[in-house]
Protein backbone atom coordinates (compact mmCIF):
# COMPACT_ATOMS: atom_id res chain seq x y z
CA UNK A 1 0.00 0.00 0.00
CA UNK A 2 1.53 3.29 -0.96
CA UNK A 3 0.39 6.52 0.83
CA UNK A 4 0.69 10.06 -1.10
CA UNK A 5 0.92 13.35 0.63
CA UNK A 6 0.85 16.49 -1.14
CA UNK A 7 1.24 19.72 0.90
CA UNK A 8 2.51 22.85 -0.56
CA UNK A 9 -0.84 24.58 -2.11
CA UNK A 10 -2.10 27.71 -0.36
CA UNK A 11 -3.08 31.13 -1.07
CA UNK A 12 -1.43 33.55 -3.81
CA UNK A 13 -2.24 36.19 -5.70
CA UNK A 14 -2.57 36.14 -9.82
CA UNK A 15 1.01 36.15 -10.95
CA UNK A 16 2.51 34.33 -8.09
CA UNK A 17 4.46 30.92 -7.55
CA UNK A 18 3.88 28.00 -5.54
CA UNK A 19 5.87 24.70 -5.36
CA UNK A 20 3.35 21.05 -4.38
CA UNK A 21 5.40 18.40 -3.19
CA UNK A 22 4.13 15.02 -2.99
CA UNK A 23 5.74 12.47 -0.36
CA UNK A 24 5.34 9.07 -0.92
CA UNK A 25 4.95 6.88 2.15
CA UNK A 26 7.15 3.60 0.34
CA UNK A 27 8.81 2.47 -2.77
CA UNK A 28 10.73 4.29 -4.79
CA UNK A 29 9.61 6.79 -7.09
CA UNK A 30 11.80 5.50 -10.06
CA UNK A 31 10.70 2.86 -12.46
CA UNK A 32 6.87 4.63 -12.20
CA UNK A 33 4.95 6.58 -13.93
CA UNK A 34 3.15 9.88 -11.96
CA UNK A 35 1.23 12.75 -12.63
CA UNK A 36 -0.31 16.12 -11.33
CA UNK A 37 -3.93 16.57 -11.43
CA UNK A 38 -6.27 19.05 -10.67
CA UNK A 39 -9.82 19.24 -9.70
CA UNK A 40 -11.77 22.50 -9.73
CA UNK A 41 -15.48 23.38 -8.06
CA UNK A 42 -18.20 21.42 -10.75
CA UNK A 43 -15.57 20.64 -12.84
CA UNK A 44 -13.86 17.29 -13.69
CA UNK A 45 -10.50 16.14 -12.45
CA UNK A 46 -8.04 16.97 -15.21
CA UNK A 47 -4.76 16.21 -16.03
CA UNK A 48 -2.34 18.78 -15.63
CA UNK A 49 1.34 17.02 -15.60
CA UNK A 50 2.71 13.59 -16.42
CA UNK A 51 5.77 12.08 -16.23
CA UNK A 52 7.02 8.50 -17.64
CA UNK A 53 8.47 5.78 -15.75
CA UNK A 54 12.31 7.23 -16.47
CA UNK A 55 11.07 10.74 -16.31
CA UNK A 56 12.46 11.27 -20.24
CA UNK A 57 9.05 11.71 -21.32
CA UNK A 58 6.32 14.15 -20.26
CA UNK A 59 3.29 15.88 -20.81
CA UNK A 60 1.60 19.04 -20.28
CA UNK A 61 -1.87 20.55 -20.07
CA UNK A 62 -1.70 23.51 -22.89
CA UNK A 63 -3.16 25.70 -20.13
CA UNK A 64 -0.15 25.62 -18.18
CA UNK A 65 2.71 24.85 -20.33
CA UNK A 66 5.26 27.73 -20.17
CA UNK A 67 4.36 28.27 -16.47
CA UNK A 68 4.14 24.69 -14.88
CA UNK A 69 7.29 22.49 -14.06
CA UNK A 70 7.07 18.81 -13.20
CA UNK A 71 10.36 17.13 -11.57
CA UNK A 72 11.38 14.55 -9.31
CA UNK A 73 13.35 13.69 -6.42
CA UNK A 74 13.89 10.02 -6.26
CA UNK A 75 16.55 10.14 -3.57
CA UNK A 76 13.70 11.83 -1.71
CA UNK A 77 10.04 9.44 -3.15
CA UNK A 78 8.95 13.26 -3.40
CA UNK A 79 7.12 14.37 -6.77
CA UNK A 80 7.40 18.04 -7.15
CA UNK A 81 5.10 20.39 -9.18
CA UNK A 82 6.62 24.39 -9.89
CA UNK A 83 3.63 26.66 -10.96
CA UNK A 84 4.64 29.64 -12.13
CA UNK A 85 2.32 32.98 -13.05
CA UNK A 86 -0.52 31.35 -11.59
CA UNK A 87 -4.08 32.40 -12.43
CA UNK A 88 -7.18 32.54 -11.32
CA UNK A 89 -8.63 29.75 -13.01
CA UNK A 90 -5.44 27.45 -11.81
CA UNK A 91 -7.62 27.15 -8.38
CA UNK A 92 -8.22 23.61 -7.60
CA UNK A 93 -7.60 20.96 -5.50
CA UNK A 94 -4.19 19.64 -7.08
CA UNK A 95 -3.47 15.81 -6.42
CA UNK A 96 -0.34 13.60 -7.30
CA UNK A 97 -1.15 10.08 -8.42
CA UNK A 98 1.48 6.76 -9.29
CA UNK A 99 1.03 3.69 -11.21
CA UNK A 100 2.53 1.26 -9.69
CA UNK A 101 1.52 -1.86 -11.96
CA UNK A 102 3.89 -3.20 -15.33
CA UNK A 103 4.38 -0.02 -17.23
CA UNK A 104 5.85 0.96 -20.67
CA UNK A 105 8.25 4.07 -20.76
CA UNK A 106 5.47 6.31 -21.99
CA UNK A 107 2.81 8.69 -20.66
CA UNK A 108 -0.25 6.88 -19.16
CA UNK A 109 -3.09 9.75 -20.10
CA UNK A 110 -6.07 8.25 -18.43
CA UNK A 111 -7.08 8.66 -14.85
CA UNK A 112 -7.86 4.99 -14.25
CA UNK A 113 -4.19 4.25 -15.24
CA UNK A 114 -3.32 5.45 -12.00
CA UNK A 115 -3.26 3.04 -8.66
CA UNK A 116 -2.62 5.13 -5.49
CA UNK A 117 -3.73 8.85 -5.49
CA UNK A 118 -2.95 11.67 -2.99
CA UNK A 119 -5.70 13.56 -0.65
CA UNK A 120 -5.33 16.82 -2.18
CA UNK A 121 -3.48 20.10 -1.31
CA UNK A 122 -6.28 23.64 -2.23
CA UNK A 123 -4.50 26.01 -4.51
CA UNK A 124 -6.39 29.30 -4.89
CA UNK A 125 -5.49 32.16 -6.77
CA UNK A 126 -6.77 35.55 -6.34
CA UNK A 127 -7.07 38.12 -8.52
Known amino acids: QVQLVESGGGLVQAGGSLRLSCAAS????????MGWFRQAPGKEREIVVL????????YYADSVKGRFTISRDDAKNTLYLQMNSLKPEDTAVYYCAVRIRKSFDRIYVDLSDYDYWGQGTQVTVSS
Open 26 to 33: ERTFSNYP
Open 51 to 58: ISRSGGIT
